[in-house]
């Protein structure tokens, strides 16, 4: 099965600053990669699907890149809506692998 | 809009036996991979299965294979989950997800929660 590790776990930021979370599999993935945004309470949404393609209706302040086993999701200006729980996912193979979720807050 | 509708939850014995339904509307239904991902209480997402467009083709994470058993009826605009020997870890909700491609899980229900515990 293809791992997926989230860094870091939770970050802490202010309103306007720049968020970033890395995704890294255990093996090279191409570009085989979406990330989905979960609100507490809610279920998930997807926000990125081959690596770095912006799904429907998500803000441009989102943004994401990356191929082969390291993968980064970009928040450029955070704001009080991106309050989430971030989780990235491989498409390559089953067992679809989901990372362990990285929690964005507001300072 | 493309909406799925979970149902069947609820709390159930270890060992027991449970089955989760889910109804599709706004798309058409014979177009979409359906999924299921589960949620333990305070943990991430796990991806439980697939089930291809017309039933022929599943996949199972391994911790849940020869117990549980998705299915469809087209027909009927439903998606399946049976879930037998059920475990004490397998206590979470469940999302049922529309997808029209093999890779991403787009359109997610809003959950049905199963608890096993005695």
């Known amino acids: 099965d293809i791992q997926m590790t989230q860094s870091p776990s939770s970050v802490s930021a202010f309103v306007g600053d720049r968020v970033t979370i890395t995704c890294r599999a255990s093996?090279?993935?191409?570009?085989?990669l979406g990330w989905y945004q979960q609100k507490p309470g809610k279920a998930p949404n997807l926000l990125i699907h081959?690596?770095?393609t912006l799904y429907s209706g998500v803000p441009s302040r989102i943004s994401a890149s990356g191929s082969g086993t390291e993968f980064i999701l970009t928040i450029s200006s955070l704001q009080p809506e991106d309050v989430a729980t971030y989780y990235c996912q491989q498409c390559n193979n089953f067992p679809r692998t989901f990372g362990q979720g990285t929690k964005v807050e507001i300072k | 809009e493309v909406q799925v509708v979970e149902s069947g939850g609820g709390l159930v014995q270890p060992g027991g036996s449970l089955g989760l339904s889910c109804v599709g509307s706004g798309f058409i239904f014979t177009n979409y991979w359906m999924v299921w991902v589960r949620q333990a209480p305070g943990k991430g997402l796990e991806w439980v299965a697939s089930i291809n467009q017309d039933g022929n083709e599943k996949y199972y994470v391994d911790s849940v294979k020869g117990r549980f058993s998705i299915s469809r009826d087209n027909a009927k605009n439903s998606l399946y989950l049976q879930m037998n020997s059920l475990r004490v870890d397998d206590t979470a909700v469940y999302y049922c997800?529309?997808?029209?491609?093999?890779?991403?899980?787009?359109?997610w229900g809003q959950g049905t929660l199963v608890t096993v515990s005695s």
């Open positions: 081959s690596a770095s």
């Open positions: 997800v529309a997808t029209p491609n093999y890779y991403y899980f787009d359109n």
């Open positions: 093996q090279a993935i191409g570009t085989g």
